[in-house]
């Protein structure tokens, strides 16, 4: 019998030679690694059963049949399978590299150095980040999830750096109208508060939506094997967002947009 559940994709993509090479792999040739697509275990399933998901952004999705991996899955388990290679033929698409990065880290200004993408990582490296994660379908934490909880994500992080914005004005505003002797205690433990707080959750959900990334991308880490997002994401977060951004836009094809929730013109295509 056929079950049903909400996922993340991304179109059949392959690896292409463009002027955009890769970075440090310039000269190496592209990959034939099949885009893999998360898939969120509607129940608890044993081994090998086969069940048919649905994947897709809202308003477009598609049928798959998906083959439970070695060990079975619980319900809500999140697991990857390969996309389907005749998946969404013919339609427009985003060319995403499998394999490796499309470029390097600091490759910052392969795209120009006055594309939007570029701007809102280092400007605003949350909007960044947030951008990537509306394009990906991700949570607000950099995370895979059911439609309903990925639909707003960039709405969420501009309103989470909104309100940590105001909260940091309020509290120096308030510490500024006193002397230094009559501030209280509170204020300054405020603000660290906030700050640890609110670093903490830029770090972790630059941290996952990396993760998430290499993992449907299938791109090994190179460096810092087993923490490489992590340390990525602590020391070198803005290089990081524009980054993911490059590496999912094909801006040789697609305009960037410092304006939309995921950082592509309106005419670009969905992708992931």
């Known amino acids: ?7 993340h994709f991304t179109p059949t993509t392959m690896a292409s030679e463009t002027d955009y090479k890769e970075g440090a792999f310039a000269d190496e040739q592209p990959t034939d690694i099949p885009v893999k697509v998360h898939i969120i275990a509607p129940s608890t399933l044993p081994e090998g059963y086969v069940f048919e998901a649905e994947v897709g952004p809202l308003g477009n999705k ?3 049949s998906v083959e439970v991996p070695s060990g079975g899955v619980v319900e809500g388990q999140v697991f990857l399978v390969p996309l389907p290679e005749d998946f969404a033929i013919g339609e427009p698409k985003v ?13 910052l200004f392969k795209a120009g150095p006055f594309h939007p993408s570029l701007w809102c990582a280092c400007c605003c490296t949350q909007i960044g980040m ?8 991700l949570n607000w934490l950099g995370e895979v999830s059911h439609d309903a909880a990925t639909k707003n994500t960039f709405k969420v992080v501009l309103a989470l750096l909104l309100s940590y914005t105001v909260f940091s004005i309020a509290l120096e ?3 500024g109208s006193m ?11 405020m603000k660290f508060l906030g700050g640890v707080t609110f670093t903490i959750w830029s770090i972790f959900a630059l941290m996952k939506t990396r ?4 993992a449907k991308y299938s791109i090994p880490e190179e460096k810092c094997i087993g ?3 992590v340390c990525c994401s602590m020391w070198c977060s803005c290089c990081v967002v524009a980054q993911m951004a490059r590496h999912t836009g094909e801006y040789e094809t697609y305009k960037g947009s410092a304006c939309s929730e995921t950082g592509m013109a309106g005419n670009a295509p969905s992708i992931v």
């Open 1 to 7: 019998r056929g079950i049903h559940t909400l996922t």
């Open 62 to 64: 598609r049928t798959i």
């Open 95 to 107: 060319n995403i590299p499998t394999g490796q990065w499309k470029d390097g880290v600091f490759d």
């Open 130 to 137: 947030g951008q990537v994660m509306q394009r990906m379908r």
């Open 173 to 175: 505003i308030a510490e």
């Open 179 to 189: 002397n230094y002797m009559d501030i209280p205690a509170w204020i300054p433990a």
């Open 211 to 214: 993760e998430n990334m290499r």
């Open 227 to 229: 923490c490489e997002d």
